[in-house]
């Protein structure tokens, strides 16, 4: 479930994964919501702390999974004072709450992605147009198969990125500032308007179609 549910760039769980956070955190437990078939359709893995009820984890297949689980976290009201939910979204949701302002948000810092090799990740990346003329974007890293001048075109879906040093660059951007666009965490638009990316606008907006505009969710650390 957790793999099928996995599209926002969490980390792909292996077997050993699990088996680790079990001996790692052995007071996790786990409630399981099933239809009336009997199918699985959403889980949470929780653990308490003197008077607080934390939610580690929360997968839903359906609005009836969320319905069940909620419930299920609502029964323990009488015993618990406080309840957090570490929640990989970013999008607060006390609006939906009958009473919004028993809540607060807190957004700490997390996992971090890297992009290890561009050429490679964008072979693999989900692009969102069928079709791009020709860029050329200048990126800055210290690993030297990245640091490069690249063009990058697409056509009827299919992605062709060359090593294009030499070439005029439309624009220009690090490594870092490239992997939060392409991981939706910020479009390069808004990269560009704080003066992280530095180039032809027009360029910027076209490449910036090219990403994901969803933020990432990574709940994991390695």
């Known amino acids: 479930m957790y793999l099928d549910h996995n599209d926002l760039g969490g ?24 239809d009336d078939d009997d199918v699985l359709i959403g889980y949470l893995i929780y653990y308490n702390q003197d008077q607080t009820f934390y939610i580690h984890e929360w997968i839903n ?16 009201q009488s015993i618990f004072s406080k309840f957090v939910y570490e929640s990989p979204n970013p999008d607060f949701k006390s609006d939906i709450l ?22 490679d990740f964008l072979q693999r990346y989900p692009i969102q147009v069928n079709s791009l003329e020709k860029i050329y974007f200048r990126v800055k890293d210290t690993l030297e198969w990245n640091d490069h001048t690249w063009a990058l075109e697409i056509n009827d879906g299919k992605v062709k990125l060359s090593d294009a040093d030499g070439e005029g660059a439309d624009l220009e951007l690090t490594i870092q500032t ?27 907006n076209s490449l910036s179609k090219v990403f994901v505009s969803e933020r990432p969710q990574l709940i994991d650390y390695f």
Do not use: C
């Open 11 to 34: 980390v792909n769980r292996s077997k050993w994964w699990w088996d680790h956070m079990l001996d790692k955190h052995s007071d996790y437990q786990a409630a399981l919501a099933y």
């Open 178 to 204: 490239l992997t939060k666009a392409m991981f939706g965490y910020r479009n390069l638009n808004s990269l560009a308007d704080y003066g992280a990316v530095k180039g032809d606008l027009s360029k910027i």
């Open 98 to 119: 009958d009473d919004p302002y028993t809540t607060n948000l807190t957004v700490t810092p997390y996992m971090m992605a890297r992009i290890v090799n561009l050429e």
């Open 61 to 76: 297949l359906n609005p009836l999974s969320r319905q069940l689980l909620a419930k299920f976290v609502i029964k323990h």
